[in-house]
């Protein structure tokens, strides 16, 4: 990827959520200086704030995103704001003129949303080797090769609306966490301690696998055997630790929104959890298609937990089952 291009997709990624931001910033304006009555469409912002959010995503996502994803032939952005919306989500939730909340814990929830952010953003450049744009999903290149043709109009359903429901649903907490205003409670601490350990557990495991990778690719310019699977430290005892400490993460800021009265938002973290489970086999699908380390890799599925970290089953045990 030339350094021109790398530059202009840097320059896009900051300049695209701006339609939104000014819009809102227009609307804050104007309702704290304006003491006449709202006109029809700044007194429905300022009565709908969850379906102003959603407004938000369906135009400047799903539509401009899905625009330049069309002209770019790369969904790539997309992979980014992942790690960007809810932080846009969870400062207006938190400025928007009827949000009420506790002071002390709608902190906490904003720092702790900036360091998951923060955390998930590091981990995704260091993937991409620093790179803005340089690739798109590889689910996203796969359903690109399946739909062929067709792939300019599903991908705005399949890759963006499905978007909208999965991230204003699993962020539904932080709209709670600004809507309710109620002393703090221990279950606040536990909250905060099932985030900070979904943090945690991520950043260690994204980083050991990238630690792995690296060495791989090192390997194989070397022109040597590659190592064919990745079983030490926090994979040891999970095979995909990573997703474990993010859905960690999202079921930590569901306990502050269920300590608030409002354990229905559980339903997003569900959701995630369900998507990541169907994830989780299209990654296992293609680790055994690679030929190198499918045997392993069918060693390990028998001998270490998928999600949740357990002690290992002993191989010499599943050797004598399986005969």
């Not at 989780?280 to 030929?291: A, I, S, W, Y």
Request: charged fraction near 15%.
């Amino acid at each position: 990827m030339s350094r021109t291009s790398n530059l202009k997709n840097a320059v896009l990624a900051f300049l695209v959520p701006l339609p939104s931001i000014l819009f809102y910033l227009y609307f804050l304006s104007h309702f704290q200086s304006n003491s006449n009555p709202l006109s029809p469409l700044w007194s429905w912002c300022f009565h709908h704030p969850l379906l102003l959010a959603n407004v938000f995503f369906f135009f400047n996502v799903n539509v401009l995103f899905w625009l330049i994803g069309f002209i770019q032939s790369s969904n790539w952005m997309i992979d980014l704001y992942w790690t960007v919306i809810p932080v846009l989500l969870l400062h207006y939730y938190a400025t928007h003129p009827l949000a009420q909340f506790d002071p002390w814990r709608s902190k906490i929830v904003v720092v702790l949303t900036w360091v998951w952010s923060i955390r998930l953003n590091h981990s995704y450049f260091r993937r991409e080797k620093w790179q803005w744009g340089a690739r798109e999903d590889w689910r996203f290149a796969d359903l690109r090769l399946q739909y062929g043709k067709h792939w300019w109009w599903i991908s705005f359903f399949s890759v963006y609306v499905s978007q909208q429901i999965f991230l204003i649903g699993i962020c539904l907490p932080l709209y709670v966490v600004h809507s309710v205003d109620k002393p703090s409670s221990i279950w606040d601490f536990v909250a905060v301690g099932i985030c900070l350990c979904g943090i945690a557990i991520a950043y260690f495991a994204d980083t050991q696998l990238h630690h792995f990778v690296t060495r791989n690719t090192k390997l194989k310019e070397l022109g040597k055997p590659m190592v064919p699977n990745l079983d030490r430290g926090l994979w040891r005892y999970s095979r995909h630790p990573n997703y474990f400490g993010e859905q960690l993460w999202w079921w930590g800021l569901g306990v502050f929104a269920w300590n608030l009265g409002h354990g229905w938002t559980f339903v997003g973290p569900l959701i995630n959890s369900m998507c990541l489970a169907y994830v989780t086999l299209l990654v296992e699908q293609r680790m055994l298609k690679q030929e190198y380390r499918a045997e392993a890799y069918r060693l390990y599925q028998k001998t270490t937990s998928m999600w949740v970290p357990w002690f290992r089953s002993s191989a010499f045990a599943v050797k004598d089952k399986d005969t």
